[in-house]
DNA sequence: GACACTTTGTGACGCGACGTCAATAATTGA
DNA sequence: TCAATTATTGACGTCGCGTCACAAAGTGTC
């Protein structure tokens, strides 16, 4: 019973030391790059030992993003909370998804390779179950704070679900840090200040949505720049 | 000097063949499922022979990706001529990029494999300067249209470059397009309407900026159907 | 402590994919 | 016609994924 239990328990911090062991080579070498033979040489394991563990590649690289996607949305739920101006909590999500998608870069990469069907499918069942839960819940965070401004009085929406209205600003952040992670040299097209000019073209979104309080760029500019400051990356368990 | 013409003639034409036999595998198995193997199988030429054309996988797929990009920028262009307002004009270029990324779903698709760092690394040099060229040419299109409308006064930039604000747009409809491709099911999420609902974003966006003349959205999304019927999708040659 | 039984660990193997290269065939020019 | 150049071929080396028959370790009972 003892040792039972000792096993058990080392049977899933293995689970653990996997995806710990796994991260930094899918960040350091791409999707192709994680081989199961380097994987379980590193680990001091024989190949089968990891597929008792994750059924495929894909597993692996699905749980990694799932773990990335919970960071995500935990920055959400905090930022959520940095204020009682419902403008100001939705910036605080804009900047939220700017932290996460510079500073946790290797997250926000790892979360990306979700969006790639064969990742996807072969996923199991359970565990594209548990993603889609996540970032349900991540929408329900930000949607939340549409609905309470639109209960303040401090926006009115057109004919458009909380949801749909979310979906702009997320296609607006998810699509530029996209760009800009991947565009080897936007400058060279002349775009010299992308997050910069994100944030403006936020900034007038809510401007032509009426979102109250108004407040010009530079406050509004100020202001993300503290609340970022103030939403901690959480820790993986 | 005639049959040397005519051999070095079908060889060129192979190019072509090559590419036009590899797209349809790359749309329907992905770039994983793209096989060198099976595809000189289909072609009837040995595998050696597809390398003498292309230096490698990602280079095949780099080129067809040019191919999809040329398309876009085609319908970029074509756009931007359909009308004299130039509000109108830019909601034409956003009219084609709904066009591009949902009747040309495959196009679109294998132009976002280029964002794929592997991909783009193994491309060679000169493809890849092909390639940053016609993005700069769709790029310049668009912000032609942008520093027309401030010529004409109907457009006042704040401190930004044209293609800064370019990048606002691209971002939204880039970012939502990705989206919408690759999140299995937005409903569940509460998007119901994704493409109207970034059309009503960028109208307000659009709106924000004071972009004259001022539309309701119900013109405005009535004129970008008929400016997205009029927008041919490009032959390739 | 011995013994049957279950759970866990192992790595050689099959398969398929990429890219190479020495050998072969075709083409060219004189 | 024939040598020289160019194009084509496909077997081969290498690597990666996932399997599976076998070995080892753990568990519970007498």
Same mark, same amino acid.
């Given at each position: 019973?003892?040792?039972?239990?000792?096993?058990?328990?080392?049977?899933?911090?293995?689970?653990?030391?996997?995806?710990?062991?796994?991260?930094?080579?899918?960040?350091?070498?791409?999707?192709?790059?994680?081989?199961?033979?380097?994987?379980? &040489?590193?680990?001091?394991? *024989?190949? +089968?030992? !990891?597929?008792?563990?994750?059924?495929?590649? /894909? %597993?692996? @690289?699905?749980?990694?993003?799932?773990?990335?996607?919970?960071?995500?949305?935990?920055?959400?739920?905090?930022?959520?909370?940095?204020?009682?101006?419902?403008?100001?909590?939705?910036?605080?999500?804009?900047?939220?998804?700017?932290?996460?998608?510079?500073?946790?870069?290797?997250?926000?990469?790892?979360?990306?390779?979700?969006?790639?069907?064969?990742?996807?499918?072969?996923?199991?069942?359970?565990?594209?179950?548990?993603?889609?839960?996540?970032?349900?819940?991540?929408?329900?965070?930000?949607?939340?704070? &549409?609905?309470?401004?639109? *209960?303040? +009085?401090? !926006?009115?929406?057109?004919?458009?679900?909380? /949801? %749909?209205? @979310?979906?702009?600003?997320?296609?607006?952040?998810?699509?530029?840090?996209?760009?800009?992670?991947?565009?080897?040299?936007?400058?060279?097209?002349?775009?010299?200040?992308?997050?910069?000019?994100?944030?403006?073209?936020?900034?007038?979104?809510?401007?032509?949505?009426?979102?109250?309080?108004?407040?010009?760029?530079?406050?509004?500019?100020?202001?993300?720049?503290?609340?970022?400051?103030?939403?901690?990356?959480?820790?993986?368990?």
């Amino acid at each position: 019973m003892h040792t039972l239990s000792r096993k058990q328990r080392e049977i899933q911090q293995r689970e653990q030391q996997i995806l710990a062991m796994a991260r930094p080579m899918l960040v350091r070498d791409g999707y192709a790059g994680l081989s199961m033979d380097r994987l379980a &040489v590193e680990m001091e394991y *024989a190949k +089968g030992t !990891l597929y008792n563990h994750f059924p495929n590649k /894909e %597993e692996i @690289v699905a749980a990694l993003a799932l773990e990335s996607l919970e960071l995500r949305r935990q920055m959400f739920e905090q930022a959520s909370t940095l204020s009682d101006n419902s403008r100001k909590r939705m910036m605080a999500i804009g900047a939220a998804c700017e932290k996460y998608a510079i500073e946790c870069q290797q997250h926000f990469a790892v979360e990306l390779m979700l969006r790639n069907a064969i990742i996807w499918e072969k996923a199991s069942e359970q565990r594209q179950q548990l993603i889609r839960t996540c970032e349900l819940r991540a929408m329900g965070v930000v949607a939340g704070v &549409v609905r309470d401004a639109v *209960a303040l +009085g401090d !926006l009115h929406l057109p004919e458009m679900t909380p /949801e %749909e209205f @979310v979906f702009g600003f997320w296609s607006l952040t998810f699509g530029s840090h996209v760009l800009i992670a991947s565009s080897p040299s936007l400058p060279d097209i002349g775009v010299n200040q992308p997050v910069r000019s994100i944030r403006y073209h936020g900034w007038t979104l809510m401007n032509g949505y009426g979102w109250q309080p108004l407040m010009s760029f530079e406050e509004s500019d100020r202001c993300m720049h503290d609340l970022a400051e103030r939403i901690s990356i959480g820790v993986q368990h």
